[in-house]
């Protein structure tokens, strides 16, 4: 080993930066056959750092936001579920909206793809650098509930909006109670035009009554969550029973 060579080594140990050790030589010499300037090569050297980095940190995240399953948008099918285009999820997957603090709606029946797009999305975010939570509605008000019972309900909401991206699954399967009612509301209205939230849900808004009982505070809470938001609506049969509408008829009918 070059004395020059020893000495990167123990420089990048010192930074805790493993993968400047590893590329410094390979990319030296092909700076050395190729020109560059010495800016470019540092910044080349840099750069497999932080890609190295990123691809590490972004493993964090995805395990961090707790999701079900990961899943992906290459794994969707979206010849089988028509009614979304795949260019305006493609396009939500740049992640603009989360710069533009705006929310996504996923609404459809059972199995048409809202949690596998949601989490699609959150992956996409966590692994291009950005803090994700995944949980069902019913998980969210639990944890605020339990927040509440210690007296430290505003204190987990501001530590929520410092989450750039919220996914709430599931909203519409259980009905709320008041209080939970008024916890959601809560999470909505503290996040609203500061952090996003991905809302996925079986039913339209106008049945959202039928979850949340008290009407005035259902139109409170939808005007929140749509005035800045992509209203995604799925439609057509459940991807799980794909080929076996049949059978599950046939069992169902008796
Ligand atoms: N278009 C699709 N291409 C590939 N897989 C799909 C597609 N739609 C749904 N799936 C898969 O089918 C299963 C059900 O989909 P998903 O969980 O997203 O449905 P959902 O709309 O959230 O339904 P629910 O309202 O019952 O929660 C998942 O395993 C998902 O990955
Ligand atoms: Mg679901």
Redesign the pocket.
Known sequence: MTTVTAEIAFYARALKAPRIAETARALAERAREEGWEHERYLAAVLDAEVAARQTHGGDNRVRAARFP?V?TLD????S??RSVKRELVAHLAQLDFLCERKNVI?L??????????SIALGVAAARKGYRVAFASAQEWVTRLSEAKRYGKLSEELMRLARIPLVIV??VG?IPFDPEAASLFFSLISSRYERSSIIV?S?KTFSAWTEIFGDPVAVSALVDRLVHHAEIIT?KGE???LKGKRKEVLDVAEG
Request: aromatic letters at 18%; proline letters at 7%.
């Open positions: 399953q899943k794994d969707f099918d979206f089988f579920q996923l459809g029946p059972p199995g048409t793809g809202k949690t596998h797009l699954d599931e399967y996925n079986n799925l459940s991807y799980r």
